[in-house]
């Protein structure tokens, strides 16, 4: 069966530190990978997606970026954080016609 | 303006009462897919669906496509506090899920 990692869990980086989040997927091959970003209570906005190694799509223009180096492999970075990235952050995969499934989240909090 | 509004933002209630919760949209949709969040944790899928018109019942919970495909509902019958959390409405479109502004349920014992 599929399964999806995310860590780490909970984060409290300083202003202007540098990011990075991994999402990795077992069990599936060539998986859509998502990075969303959640506020208090709201719902879900989409980062980036992407739909094979090196392909990255990204949603709204911000301070973060993304890549993906393996198939089933998604990293979310920042070269220097703001207090305004602090959040609640998911990856998810999904298959073509397959609703995605999602990682536990990474609490992330700049102070 | 979102794609997908969700009403009402927040909505509490007694255990034992019934409620209704609702996505609405401007667009037409193939699928119409409802999670639930828990804090700290990652939305879980309830179900999908997917012909206008069409009802799904999951326990207490049924789920309603408007027969136009634009609009879906929650209904939730004799609450119980563990039905507390955030509920997603969200469509697939071209390679990614957009998700509507959730509806924050809690069930007060």
């Known amino acids: 069966s599929q399964t999806i990692h995310q860590w780490p869990a909970t984060l409290v980086q300083p202003v202007g530190s540098p990011l990075s989040l991994e999402c990795t997927v077992e069990g599936t091959s060539n998986p859509n990978l998502y990075w969303y970003r959640q506020a208090a209570g709201r719902g879900l906005q989409l980062l980036f997606y992407s739909v094979g190694i090196g392909q990255i799509s990204s949603e709204v223009p911000q301070n973060l970026s993304a890549s993906r180096p393996q198939d089933r492999q998604f990293i979310l970075s920042s070269k220097k954080l703001l207090l305004s990235d602090s959040g609640f952050y998911l990856c998810a995969w999904s298959e073509w016609g397959i609703t995605p499934f999602f990682g536990q989240g990474t609490r992330l909090t700049v102070v | 303006t979102q794609l997908l509004e969700q009403s009402p933002q927040f909505l509490s209630i007694q255990e034992g009462e019934n409620l209704t919760v609702y996505c609405n949209s401007s667009?037409?949709?193939?699928?119409l897919q409802w999670y639930r969040q828990e804090p700290g944790e990652g939305p879980v899928l309830l179900v999908t669906v997917v012909t206008g018109g069409e009802v799904k019942k999951l326990k207490r919970l049924t789920f309603q496509f408007g027969d136009a495909r634009k609009d879906s509902s929650l209904h939730i019958t004799a609450a119980q506090p563990g039905d507390t959390g955030l509920y997603l409405c969200?469509?697939?479109?071209?390679?990614?899920?957009?998700f509507g502004q959730g509806t924050r349920l809690t069930i007060n014992p």
């Open positions: 667009s037409v949709f193939s699928s």
């Open positions: 969200a469509i697939q479109g071209a390679q990614k899920l957009v």
